[in-house]
């Protein structure tokens, strides 16, 4: 099974700061990657598909990049309601599989 | 806008069958896969399994002998069934739409909690 590895586990920012979530993968994924928000008591929410295209109403503030094994979702400009759980999941091999998830903590 | 509601029993004993249904509403059946996803408490995602409107289903091979997803397209319906349920599944079901030509799993169900003890 592909293991999805997210890091850091939990990310401190302040407000307007620039947030850098990580996901590898243990194999080869090429572009089938998504990453997911999951507020608290919340069902997750699709922000990037395909590794790097912003899903229905994603903002702008964020971004997907990486093919292969590493992958980068980016939040730039950080605000308040990004206070979550990210996750990544692969869909290119099969199980597919999630990440952990990193936790976004705003100070 | 297209939602899926989901309902299904939320507390089995041990060994009992776990069994979910999901509607969806507001859109098409085809051209997308069903997919069953689960949270145990504080912990993360898991794929359960899936399902496309034809019936061809894919499936987890942790849970794969004791799981069966099924679709009636007649109602827009598409249902879970987990046997011999114990302690470790207990955990929030999630009924979920993906894309068959992309990574992507856009609409999700608000989940039902399921526990399972004796």
């Known amino acids: 099974e592909t293991v999805l590895t997210q890091s850091p586990a939990t990310l401190s920012l302040s407000p307007g700061e620039r947030a850098t979530l990580s996901c590898r993968a243990s194999?080869?994924?090429?572009?089938?990657l998504a990453w997911y928000q999951q507020k608290a008591g919340q069902a997750p929410r699709l922000l990037i598909y395909?590794?790097?295209n912003r899903a229905s109403g994603t903002p702008a503030r964020f971004s997907g990049s990486g093919s292969g094994t590493d992958f980068t979702l980016t939040i730039s400009n950080l605000e308040p309601e990004d206070l979550a759980v990210y996750y990544c999941?692969?869909?290119?091999?099969?199980?597919?599989?999630f990440g952990q998830g990193t936790k976004v903590e705003i100070k | 806008q297209v939602q899926l509601r989901q309902w299904g029993a939320g507390l089995l004993k041990p060994s009992e069958t776990l069994s979910l249904t999901c509607a969806v509403y507001?859109?098409?059946?085809?051209?997308?896969?069903w997919t069953w996803i689960r949270q145990p408490p504080g912990k993360g995602l898991e794929w359960i399994g899936e399902?496309?409107?034809?019936?061809?289903?894919n499936y987890n091979p942790s849970l794969k002998s004791r799981v069966t997803i099924s679709v009636d397209t007649t109602k827009n319906q598409f249902s879970l069934k987990l046997s011999s349920v114990t302690a470790a599944d207990t955990a929030i079901y999630f009924c979920?739409?993906?894309?068959?030509?992309?990574?992507?799993?856009?609409?999700w169900g608000k989940g039902t909690t399921v526990t399972v003890s004796s």
């Open positions: 979920v739409r993906g894309w068959e030509a992309a990574t992507a799993q856009d609409v």
């Open positions: 507001g859109g098409s059946f085809s051209g997308y896969y």
């Open positions: 399902i496309n409107h034809h019936g061809s289903t």
């Open positions: 194999q080869s994924v090429s572009s089938h």
């Open positions: 395909d590794a790097s």
């Open positions: 999941q692969q869909r290119s091999n099969c199980p597919w599989t």
